[in-house]
């Protein structure tokens, strides 16, 4: 059973930085594609960053330069480093993961960096809230 477990969402001011962190258990990396996603209230679930098997990765407009995603398979974990953090990026965030074949994770169009149903498996989500 793979289960994902995230954590490291908090308060805080415009400008600051926030790392999430999401634990992952229950599979082999090397098979899975990763994700970051966020859901603010009255709106629709987006994707904001995905890392895919072959450690390839991919941001959603709005984060690019701001945010990194990244893995650290030692301790199987998935990170996502929000710096210049801004009221609009509060949201609860989640971790996804769901199997992927050797070509990776590749935004499904321009303007979409990942399409939630793509992924199977979720973490509890993790409250992001940043004040100006």
């Known amino acids: 059973q793979v289960r994902l477990w995230e954590s490291g969402g908090g308060s805080v001011q415009a400008g600051g930085s926030l790392r999430l962190s999401c634990a992952v258990s229950g599979y082999n990396y090397r098979h899975y594609c990763m994700a970051w996603f966020r859901q603010a209230p009255g709106k629709e679930r987006e994707g904001v960053a995905t890392?895919?098997?072959?450690?390839?990765?991919s941001y959603e407009d709005s984060v690019k330069g701001r945010f990194t995603i990244s893995q650290d398979n030692a301790k199987n974990t998935l990170y996502l480093q929000m710096n210049s953090l801004k009221p609009e990026d509060t949201a609860i965030y989640y971790c996804a993961a769901d199997l992927c074949d050797s070509s990776g994770y590749h935004p499904p169009t321009t303007h979409v960096v990942a399409w939630a149903a793509d992924f199977g498996y979720w973490g509890q989500g993790t409250q992001v809230t940043v004040s100006s």
């Open positions: 890392i895919d098997s072959n450690g390839r990765t």
